[in-house]
């Protein structure tokens, strides 16, 4: 069972970031379409775009990708204000409801290493940062199995349009009901203050 994580966000800061400025996140977690869900539900999120994280820009397409053979992770590039919510806010969410982090190259029924879970710093405050906090979970054993999530460098290439926004436009799509809804109720229920409807 999952314990909560205000003890380890408490333990660790990232330098104050300067107000009006938009900062981005690359998570990996699965299918992108339930990251990008979950996330666009996020307050101070300003936009969530689905793609590719992790190989080269000339296989990052969904064919070569489901391959398995590209490097590529499905991932999604959080833009969000740093004023209104904080990385290590939304790395609470993403190891709290957006994935199951100690699931080696699977989440649900998805099987293989482009949905590994994996964190792509955007900066070397960010690496450190979820460098530090992984080591944290493993060391409070917030979880029975320890944590899988890589720490990975990369570029992030956008998924093609017709998986922009998949959730919100496919709201009865039977892989959404099933996987992802239950990721945005519960975001809604552990971190009220953080959702947006």
């Known amino acids: 069972m999952r314990r909560t994580l205000p003890i380890i966000l408490a333990t660790l800061t990232l330098p104050a970031a300067a107000p009006a400025r938009a900062d981005t996140a690359v998570l990996a977690g699965g299918c992108f379409w339930g990251m990008e869900s979950v996330f ?19 296989d990052a397409n969904y064919d070569k990708v489901s391959s398995e053979g590209t490097g590529h992770a499905e991932a999604v590039r959080i833009t969000y204000d740093p004023a209104r919510i ?25 099987v293989g290493s482009s949905y590994r879970s994996a964190i792509f710093p955007q900066t070397p405050d960010q690496a450190r940062f979820a460098k530090a906090f992984i080591a944290r979970l493993n060391a409070a054993h917030v979880y029975k199995a320890p944590i899988a999530t890589r720490i990975e460098s990369g570029g992030f ?5 017709y998986h922009q926004g998949f959730a919100r436009t496919h709201p009865f799509y039977p892989y959404i009901v099933i996987n992802d809804r239950p990721k945005v109720a519960a975001l809604q229920k552990r971190f009220p203050a953080l959702y947006k409807g």
Do not use: C, M, W
């Open 86 to 110: 904080s990385y290590a806010q939304l790395l609470q969410i993403y190891f709290t409801v957006a994935h199951d982090p100690t699931q080696v190259n699977r989440q649900g029924p998805d």
């Open 40 to 58: 666009e539900h996020v307050k101070g999120v300003t936009r969530v775009v689905s793609g590719y994280a992790g190989g080269s820009a000339q």
């Open 157 to 161: 290439y956008p998924a093609e349009a």
